[in-house]
């Protein structure tokens, strides 16, 4: 709900005020200026043709602050179109405030259509999950991304990270996984786990869980990442190779629910939420796709999708 | 025999240059420092070959370059001009995917080309474990790093590699996953030595390794370094300011003085009867 | 101590006085008063009681008002009031569960007991330049207002205190466990009576953060989040809200509450701590006066940053971090540049021009 602040009836007299535009003048379709548009489509082309390599652009300054997905914003505003079915999540959820707003945002500048249903979407934009159900061919995946840069973790300097991709230089970030099992016996990095792309770039999938990691190799959707903030843009396109970094010995493990299954739909193969129930105490699970939780639910007490759900 | 390296022309210069610099500086002029353009010249025109097997002393003071040949060769920084061949393909190398072209000048590489062959045909040891070892990574993971940089991805393996290079080096393998600012300085030496060694380089560098370490801890570094060197057979090069270590390693020496060789010969003989006036005055200021 | 940069300094400072009065009150439109400040603009106002280290919202608004909007000058007005009041006590330690809520929300978990609480924040609106406000009608804006309250039927009242999201942490053994008092109680530092050494008591340290200067802070943070540091923090609990007060009367000796105070804390849990122990999440604690979001998150993210027992990054030295956060301090030594450094200079120019000269004879040709 938003509170229009009420307005006086316009004084007699002409003053600057009276010149400035409106809103729908102002902008044009999707917010963003044509030449921003096409900068950021010119971008997106040079990194679907490097996959996982970073692109440098001009990150413009959006309506929702820097570190909330401005990124992500621009990549949907330089694609989207009248024809377009826009779904966008966030940690899963179609409602969460963040997710929310966006959409508010983009229906205000757009007259693109609005979905919570995966398989209805042609364009998603996604906050640190990927939909369970797979995706196909026509369909976008926008991820926003916080730090573009996997190997960060071991060196903050930009310089420096440039030579080492530019060079395949990636000892380092193999280094720190080593020590990783010399101190604890495992792996510790959780999200933003670092994956070798088409076996040449290093690349940062953005903080989605382990879980969803797999959903990255050779898809057939095309995916693409942006930071805002720190203005980069990269892309996996479909049936591109995308692998964990892992040893012989040492295989890349998802994170683990046990037996554990989703109270409201029953599901024992999604990511699960865990939440402390407010009155009991207990701890509860649920699915984190929001959408897939209540489409199974809709279907009637089915574990597992049917074939038809997962194709859409 | 044909040589295992050659470099040719070697120099390193500091600042802008004219084209006073060659003939205004040197061991003839006595200076490092251009007078007309202020240029320093670290080194200057250093040609030299290093044979199979062979173990090379270059000897100097401070300011005389040897240390800058020696990273030079490294590829830790570039040359301003010189040619650098490497011709290994006398020697059998182990897993020999890495071909170099003996017609090819090193320096002319990538920096991507370069690095690969740094790590996997040469090791380097410094006078200062800092500038050669990762000081908060563990022992092992030190030497793991260039195994994972030659392409290794077992961690097992690479563990069971790390435990033989630290035994040869006499490091206790009960320290491995330690990091070696735990260390003695004698101690963190000998890392560095297994570090050089992990992926079986055809050339190794031992940049002052002894110098700053008490003496009987220096007697113990340079038995193991010479008794290595016995068992694998590595082309070695080896700068000291030392004539004792110089002495106690080494087959031929090169004498350096403000970037330039001034007499080069089988390390015996330059010790016993030394030409160059400069020669004469370090072997007979030692003690 | 006066000093003379030209002649007529004195009557040249009023003059700059005067000038300045001009271009705060000068103008056509109406002229601001306190109360219009303190209610319209309270995040300016909470920043600068923040800073200021003063919990005195209408002095605040004074302040800022006659700061003509500088929020740095404002919070030094404040210090500079502060410093002279008389010093009757210490309120007794108040534990910040029993916070009346306003806002309350966790980024480490979906759902939390007690709830995610929205509260009143900008976090979700567009930042469109909303040019309606130019003729905001007052009458009816106050309408509307009383309007939203008109017809919502009563809620179940929200309970008195709000379990700690960090205490389930605790109990499931996934901190790291509060340092046990080593039965010698670490003195309580006041540094506006003593000055800081280091290392820094604990009570120093979160005193120096809590009265830091928003900007600074926040750049210091930032750095350590994007790299340059270590702490990859989530929000185990954001809080705003109003805490009471309690203060021992010195005659009866019983602790009564005197007032309450609106502040934001913020607790910031860090990946796993990496000092050989156990592994375990770390603590980072913020807490300011008024509603200031980025400062609290700062300060918790700082506050675990400088436990850095070997400091990899500026923002992990607690050193480095403590000395710059005062925006007083900073600010004042920023500007003390203006004042005339002609003496220093000169003897500078005389060693530059002494150089040059033998550069120059050093270049004749001497063969």
Not at chain 1, 21 to 35: I, Q, S
Not at chain 1, 147 to 160: M, W
Not at chain 3, 186 to 215: C, H, K, M, N, Y
Not at chain 3, 253 to 259: A, F, K, L, N, P
Request: hydrophobic share 40%; net charge neutral.
């Amino acid at each position: 709900m938003t509170l229009s602040v009420p307005l006086e009836p316009m004084p007699p007299t002409a003053d600057w005020r009276d010149r400035l535009p409106t809103e729908g003048d102002r902008y044009a379709y999707g917010f963003l200026d044509e030449g921003a548009k096409r900068e950021i489509r010119r971008k997106l082309l040079k990194a679907v043709a490097i996959p996982g390599c970073q692109v440098a652009f001009g990150s413009r300054e959006m309506p929702i602050a820097r570190g909330w997905g401005t990124g992500g914003l621009q990549l949907t505003l330089a694609l989207i179109g009248p024809q377009d079915v826009l779904k966008v999540i966030d940690q899963g959820a179609d409602d969460s405030v963040n997710a929310v707003n966006i959409k508010r945002f983009v229906k205000r500048v757009t007259d693109a259509a609005l979905t919570t249903d995966t398989a209805a979407a042609t364009l998603i934009q996604t906050r640190h999950r990927i939909p369970e159900e797979p995706l196909r061919p026509h369909q976008v995946l926008v991820f926003q991304v916080p730090i573009p840069e996997p190997l960060r973790l071991v060196e903050p300097s930009e310089r420096t990270t440039r030579r080492m991709h530019a060079e395949a230089d990636y000892s380092r970030m193999w280094l720190y996984l080593y020590e990783d099992i010399v101190k604890f016996k495992a792996i510790t990095v959780g999200a933003r786990y670092p994956v070798m792309v088409n076996r040449r770039h290093l690349m940062d999938p953005s903080p989605i869980p382990r879980w969803d990691v797999p959903k990255l190799n050779r898809g057939e959707a095309l995916l693409l990442f942006c930071a805002g903030r720190e203005k980069r843009i990269y892309a996996v396109p479909p049936h591109t190779r995308v692998e964990p970094l892992a040893f012989e010995d040492f295989a890349f493990r998802v994170e683990a629910f046990d037996d554990r299954r989703c109270e409201r739909c029953g599901a024992t193969t999604t990511f699960l939420d865990e939440v402390v129930d407010d009155k009991t105490g207990r701890r509860v699970y649920s699915c984190s796709d929001t959408a897939f939780c209540d489409k199974i639910r809709r279907r009637g007490d089915r574990e597992t999708p049917s074939p038809e759900e997962k194709r859409g | 025999m044909k040589p295992v390296l050659q470099v040719c022309h070697l120099t390193k210069r500091y600042g802008p240059g004219c084209p006073a610099c060659l003939d205004l500086t040197g061991a003839v002029r006595g200076v490092n420092q251009c007078p007309r353009c202020r240029s320093v010249l670290a080194c200057r025109e250093v040609s030299f070959d290093l044979y199979p097997n062979e173990v090379l002393g270059i000897v100097g003071e401070s300011g005389s370059g040897k240390s800058t040949v020696v990273r030079l060769l490294h590829f830790d920084f570039e040359p301003t001009g010189g040619r650098f061949h490497l011709n290994l393909n006398g020697n059998p190398i182990p897993g020999g995917e890495l071909q170099i072209d003996p017609a090819q000048n090193l320096f002319a590489l990538s920096a991507f080309h370069r690095r690969r062959i740094r790590n996997e045909r040469m090791g380097i040891v410094y006078q200062n474990a800092r500038m050669g070892l990762r000081l908060k990574v563990s022992a092992g993971g030190n030497i793991a790093e260039r195994l994972l940089m030659a392409g290794w991805r077992h961690v097992g393996k690479m563990q069971r590699r790390a435990a033989n290079l630290l035994a040869q080096t006499e490091v206790p393998v009960a320290r491995m996953n330690e990091p070696p600012r735990n260390f003695s300085g004698g101690m963190q030496q000998r890392v560095q030595i297994a570090k050089a060694l992990a992926t079986r380089p055809a050339l190794l560098l031992l940049d002052e390794v002894t110098t700053g370490l008490d003496v009987s801890v220096q007697a113990r570094v340079l038995d193991l370094i010479r008794s290595l060197q016995q068992e694998l057979g590595v082309a070695t090069i080896v700068v000291s300011h030392d004539l004792g270590v110089i002495r106690l390693l080494t087959s031929r020496t090169l004498v350096m003085r403000f970037g330039t060789i001034v007499e080069s010969g089988l390390s015996d003989q330059i010790l016993e009867d030394p030409q160059h006036p400069y020669t004469q005055l370090l072997v007979n200021s030692a003690l | 101590m006066g000093y003379v940069a030209v002649r007529g300094g004195a009557a040249a400072i009023e003059n700059a006085a005067q000038f300045s009065l001009v271009r705060r009150a000068g103008g056509d439109s109406n002229l601001l008063e306190p109360a219009q400040i303190r209610d319209q603009l309270h995040f300016a106002v909470d920043r600068v009681m923040g800073e200021g280290s003063l919990y005195a919202p209408d002095l605040a608004a004074l302040a800022f008002k006659q700061a003509a909007g500088d929020t740095l000058e404002a919070a030094f007005i404040l210090r500079a009031y502060r410093t002279t009041l008389p010093r009757l006590g210490y309120a007794e330690p108040i534990a910040t569960d029993a916070m009346r809520l306003i806002r309350r929300i966790s980024a480490a978990f979906k759902d939390i007991p007690g709830g995610q609480l929205l509260g009143p924040t900008s976090d979700y609106t567009l930042r469109l330049l909303n040019f309606d406000l130019q003729a905001e009608s007052s009458a009816r804006t106050r309408e509307a207002v009383a309007q939203l309250f008109k017809d919502t039927a009563p809620l179940a009242p929200l309970p008195e205190r709000f379990p700690k999201v960090v205490e389930m942490l605790r109990r499931e053994g996934l901190l790291a466990p509060r340092p046990a008092s080593s039965g010698k109680e670490e003195p309580l530092v006041d540094i506006t009576r003593q000055a800081l050494t280091f290392p820094a008591a604990r009570s120093a340290q979160l005193q120096s953060l809590a009265r830091g200067e928003t900007g600074g802070m926040l750049a210091l943070a930032y750095s350590n989040m994007r790299g340059y540091g270590s702490v990859h923090p989530v929000i185990g609990e954001l809080r705003v809200g109003y805490l009471p007060v309690p203060y021992k009367n010195p005659v009866s000796g019983v602790v009564e509450t005197i007032g309450e105070i609106l502040v934001t804390e913020a607790e910031v849990i860090s990946r796993i701590a990496d000092d050989g122990g156990p592994a375990v999440f770390s603590l980072g604690y913020g807490l300011c006066f008024g509603h200031n979001e980025t400062k609290a998150i700062a300060m918790a993210v700082l506050d675990r940053a400088i436990a850095a027992t070997e400091p990899a990054a500026p923002s992990e030295d607690q050193e480095f971090v403590l000395t710059h956060v005062d925006g007083i301090e900073s600010m004042g030594f920023c500007n003390h540049y203006k004042l005339p450094h002609y003496v220093t200079f000169q003897s500078e120019l005389d060693r530059l021009r002494n150089i040059q000269a033998e550069e120059t004879s050093a270049r004749d040709p001497l063969s």
